[in-house]
């Protein structure tokens, strides 16, 4: 921070006593430790436009407003910082150019900025545009590959549907379900995996038995449940209608 001792000054740029010059050190301190770019350049600026009134008459308006923005130290004072603000933006705009340099967006540092900006912009045209075909390609390579995933799923499903349909009907031929009962089972085995089990719990039918009929419908309830619920049964006819529609989970061991 300048002295305080040249915050004054005279025509023949000698120091001079100001009336209160812990005003002038104040508002000098408050403007350079402010820390903002604005505030330096706004008194830069102040003295660019105001140096005439260090040679203004002594304490007149011009006079003090001069004192006011540390006289000539002041100016010198902004003026340096000024500088250093300028010196700083000058590195980074050098270090930007450098990066877009080394990134291949710009072929030349050190032109005009009319012709680095014209460099740039035709450098993100062609990436904005091999960006434009990635996308395009990577889309159609995704939806090839649902396509296939698709494909492939209906084979599985068709694979699968196929071998449910192999077995209820080589349950049909040894007589363990009804024949006319075929779809129910299928149905039941394609929403519920488990109906496979229970088909194959059925143990060949005994000459003269009756075959099994539909698939009991999905049920919490579990074969040892179903069993309990069956021997507590003790109406002939109710144990026979119960027997027939969970028959297959009956069976199973």
Do not use: C
């Amino acid at each position: 921070m300048p002295s305080t001792k040249a915050y004054g000054r005279s025509k023949t740029d000698s120091a001079v006593t100001v009336s209160n010059p812990t005003t002038s050190v104040t508002l000098l301190w408050s403007i350079a430790t402010a820390g903002t770019p604005h505030k330096i350049r706004q008194a830069y600026r102040w003295w660019a436009r105001n140096e005439r009134f260090l040679d203004a008459e002594a304490d007149s308006p011009a006079d003090v407003s001069a004192n006011l923005w540390g006289g000539a130290a002041g100016r010198d004072w902004f003026r340096a910082l000024y500088n250093q603000l300028e010196q700083q933006e000058e590195n980074k705009m050098e270090n930007l150019l450098k990066a877009l340099l080394d990134a291949g967006l710009i072929q030349v540092a050190d032109a005009s900025e009319e012709i680095v900006v014209a460099q740039f912009n035709e450098s993100f045209a062609n990436l904005k545009k091999v960006a434009e075909e990635n996308i395009v390609s990577l889309t159609e390579k995704l939806n090839a590959a649902t396509a296939e995933l698709t494909e492939a799923k209906a084979k599985l499903d068709e694979q699968a549907k196929t071998e449910v349909l192999a077995k209820v009907d080589a349950a049909i031929a040894d007589g363990r379900i009804k024949a006319e009962v075929r779809d129910s089972w299928v149905a039941q085995i394609t929403t519920d995996p488990k109906a496979l089990s229970l088909l194959d719990a059925i143990q060949t039918i005994k000459p003269g038995a009756e075959p099994v009929g539909a698939p009991a419908a999905a049920s919490a309830k579990t074969s040892a449940d179903l069993r309990a619920e069956f021997d507590a049964i003790t109406d002939p006819k109710k144990r026979s209608t119960f027997w027939s529609a969970n028959k297959a989970q009956l069976l199973k061991r």
